[in-house]
């Protein structure tokens, strides 16, 4: 029996079909404002446009939200200087309790605040 269940579970994944491994679509939304003169290299994780999608892992909006605001993490100081995060799950936008400017709101749709110390550091 145990060679049975071992065959039809390689014979299913060999057949491209597979349990989806998320219960839901996730979708962050990228909008970058870059420092001055660094557009290029900020628009790059977009290829080259200021804001795009990207589809996250999550099994539920709080585990979407959770992704949407570790999106605004900014590693590039002297390169992106803010961001707009916004997302959606299963269709459904997620207030995420700031302004576009990133000031408290708390129907918000974007996800970073604008006094993040990580944001607004371009030279």
């Known amino acids: 029996m145990k060679n049975l269940v071992v065959t039809l579970g390689t014979v299913i994944a ?3 079909f597979s349990l989806p491994l998320y219960a839901g679509d996730c979708v962050v939304h990228y909008e ?4 001055k003169g660094k557009e290029v290299e900020s ?5 080259g ?17 959770a992704a949407a605001l570790k999106s ?6 002297d ?3 803010y961001k707009v ?3 959606t799950y299963d269709g459904q936008a997620l207030v995420g309790g700031f302004d576009t400017s990133g ?3 708390p129907a918000g749709a974007n996800f970073c605040a604008a006094d993040r110390p990580d944001l607004n550091q371009c030279d």
């Open 14 to 16: 060999a057949a491209g």
């Open 103 to 105: 000031n408290p709101d």
């Open 72 to 77: 605004c993490n900014n590693s590039r100081l």
């Open 79 to 81: 390169i992106t200087k």
């Open 49 to 65: 446009q200021a804001g795009c999608d990207k589809q996250k892992p999550a099994n539920s909006p709080e585990e979407c939200a």
């Open 32 to 35: 970058r404002t870059a420092c």
């Open 43 to 47: 628009f790059k994780k977009c290829d």
């Open 85 to 87: 995060i916004t997302a």
